[in-house]
């Protein structure tokens, strides 16, 4: 059933605040802001111009939902009975084109059923439950369409207060962190963003800046994602050093060619500062490395960009993730239907070995005697060229 929206949609949810807990009704402020924000913005409107809103009724009825409804007032409705089953979104049916029409134009409204932390113990010490699944942005090596197919839009989860009491909950358990790890010396490091780019949701709800005001209070645990986004409107929050902001970098002729839709690798760098600055702890996902013809010559100069252009205050806390590509039997035959050059560097036979994931579908990995050797190799590249970077952990 499709509806319009009713021309009074509401941008707050009346005198008891939008949140429902105390824990985040309590947090810091998001600070007064006086101009214009990027997310309404030219640029952010080419990442994302949404039209169409395919909501789980739930969700549409809570605050959350209610706010995104009202950031989007020309979209069209669309009733959905689950976020995960919407088979006219997901899938790899049709081109290319399509994909990226759907993820830039549609989005999903859904409530998080399953609300579990997870062990990780290499970027972070857990993960979190997501506040969003999808991406608007489309690398050729992507593993979160494994599930929903390519064209997958953002599913924001509406039901922020819930995760964030998940988490909470789960940071009072642990207590503080007793010993140092390759995660964080002293904080319980939680990944936030699994399936989802943070920067980019941030255009649309206020998930992100609940959970960096969230985790703001929590001296015991800190927050951790991954971006390929540069969203200035993160530099509003206020995270007190309780975010970690890991800009992911490659060579640049490498991003153009696989990161889609992605902010220039040249631009996340050159955010660093700002985000430091902001109150963020600002660390680098050197991923994923790509063994191509001249590809060490390609992350020198990258390693050697960001020895000129990082200031000192950001080289003295950053460290850094390096992460060998994985591929996927799948996402290769569906990327050489709309991009077989990006494939002629991500699936190399002669390089990888298979190995069967836990959902059955063939993954792809570099064999281990090339692996060991690459990352040899970038360990190399960085104690030469970025000797302030500490890697924490290259897999
Ligand atoms: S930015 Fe991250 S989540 Fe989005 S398409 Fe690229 S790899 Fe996937």
Same mark, same amino acid.
């Given at each position: 059933?499709?509806?319009?929206?009713?021309?009074?949609?509401?941008?707050?949810?009346?005198?008891?605040?939008?949140?429902?807990?105390?824990?985040?009704?309590?947090?810091?402020?998001?600070?007064?802001?006086?101009?214009?924000?990027?997310?309404?913005?030219?640029?952010?409107?080419?990442?994302?111009?949404?039209?169409?809103?395919?909501?789980?009724?739930?969700?549409?009825?809570?605050?959350?939902?209610?706010?995104? @409804?009202?950031?989007?007032?020309? +979209?069209?409705? =669309? &009733? $959905?009975?689950?976020? #995960?089953?919407?088979?006219?979104?997901?899938?790899?049916?049709?081109?290319?084109?399509?994909?990226?029409?759907?993820?830039?134009?549609?989005?999903?409204?859904?409530?998080?059923?399953?609300?579990?932390?997870?062990?990780?113990?290499?970027?972070?010490?857990?993960?979190?439950?997501?506040?969003?699944?999808?991406?608007?942005?489309?690398?050729?090596?992507?593993?979160?369409?494994?599930?929903?197919?390519?064209?997958?839009?953002?599913?924001?989860?509406?039901?922020?207060?819930?995760?964030?009491?998940?988490?909470?909950?789960?940071?009072?358990?642990?207590?503080?962190?007793?010993?140092?790890?390759?995660?964080?010396?002293?904080?319980?490091?939680?990944?936030?963003?699994?399936?989802?780019?943070?920067?980019?949701?941030? @255009?649309?709800?206020?998930?992100? +800046?609940?959970? =960096? &005001? $969230?985790?703001?209070? #929590?001296?015991?645990?800190?927050?951790?994602?991954?971006?390929?986004?540069?969203?200035?409107?993160?530099?509003?929050?206020?995270?007190?050093?309780?975010?970690?902001?890991?800009?992911?970098?490659?060579?640049?002729?490498?991003?153009?060619?696989?990161?889609?839709?992605?902010?220039?690798?040249?631009?996340?760098?050159?955010?660093?500062?700002?985000?430091?600055?902001?109150?963020?702890?600002?660390?680098?996902?050197?991923?994923?490395?790509?063994?191509?013809?001249?590809?060490?010559?390609?992350?020198?100069?990258?390693?050697?960009?960001?020895?000129?252009?990082?200031?000192?205050?950001?080289?003295?806390?950053?460290?850094?993730?390096?992460?060998?590509?994985?591929?996927?039997?799948?996402?290769?035959?569906?990327?050489?239907?709309?991009?077989?050059?990006?494939?002629?560097?991500?699936?190399?036979?002669?390089?990888?070995?298979?190995?069967?994931?836990?959902?059955?579908?063939?993954?792809?990995?570099?064999?281990?005697?090339?692996?060991?050797?690459?990352?040899?190799?970038?360990?190399?590249?960085?104690?030469?060229?970025?000797?302030?970077?500490?890697?924490?952990?290259?897999?």
């Amino acid at each position: 059933m499709r509806s319009s929206q009713p021309s009074g949609a509401p941008d707050d949810d009346g005198p008891d605040g939008l949140f429902g807990l105390d824990e985040i009704r309590t947090g810091s402020p998001r600070p007064a802001v006086s101009g214009p924000l990027f997310r309404d913005s030219p640029q952010a409107r080419r990442m994302l111009s949404v039209r169409e809103i395919h909501a789980e009724p739930a969700a549409a009825a809570s605050p959350r939902g209610r706010q995104v @409804l009202a950031g989007f007032p020309d +979209a069209e409705v =669309v &009733h $959905a009975d689950s976020h #995960w089953r919407i088979p006219e979104l997901h899938g790899n049916k049709g081109n290319a084109e399509r994909w990226v029409r759907i993820k830039s134009t549609v989005l999903v409204l859904g409530e998080k059923k399953t609300l579990t932390v997870r062990p990780n113990g290499r970027s972070a010490d857990w993960i979190a439950p997501g506040a969003a699944n999808g991406c608007a942005m489309a690398c050729a090596y992507c593993y979160v369409p494994r599930r929903k197919g390519y064209a997958n839009p953002i599913t924001v989860f509406t039901n922020i207060d819930r995760i964030i009491a998940r988490i909470r909950h789960h940071v009072v358990g642990q207590g503080p962190k007793k010993e140092p790890n390759q995660c964080d010396p002293s904080a319980w490091v939680y990944d936030v963003g699994e399936n989802n780019d943070c920067s980019v949701d941030a @255009l649309i709800s206020e998930n992100t +800046a609940d959970l =960096v &005001h $969230a985790f703001a209070r #929590w001296p015991t645990a800190k927050a951790s994602f991954a971006t390929k986004f540069v969203n200035p409107d993160l530099l509003l929050l206020e995270p007190r050093g309780r975010t970690r902001v890991r800009f992911s970098v490659m060579p640049p002729e490498d991003s153009r060619l696989l990161d889609i839709r992605t902010s220039p690798v040249e631009d996340r760098i050159a955010a660093a500062a700002d985000f430091l600055d902001a109150g963020y702890e600002v660390h680098f996902n050197l991923s994923p490395v790509v063994i191509r013809p001249g590809w060490e010559q390609a992350w020198a100069e990258l390693l050697r960009h960001m020895d000129d252009v990082l200031p000192q205050r950001v080289k003295e806390q950053a460290a850094a993730e390096v992460i060998m590509l994985t591929h996927n039997r799948d996402l290769h035959d569906v990327n050489m239907a709309w991009h077989p050059r990006a494939e002629e560097a991500l699936w190399r036979p002669d390089l990888q070995q298979p190995k069967r994931s836990e959902n059955g579908s063939w993954n792809v990995r570099y064999r281990n005697g090339t692996k060991a050797a690459a990352v040899e190799t970038v360990r190399g590249l960085v104690r030469t060229h970025a000797p302030w970077l500490t890697i924490r952990y290259a897999f």
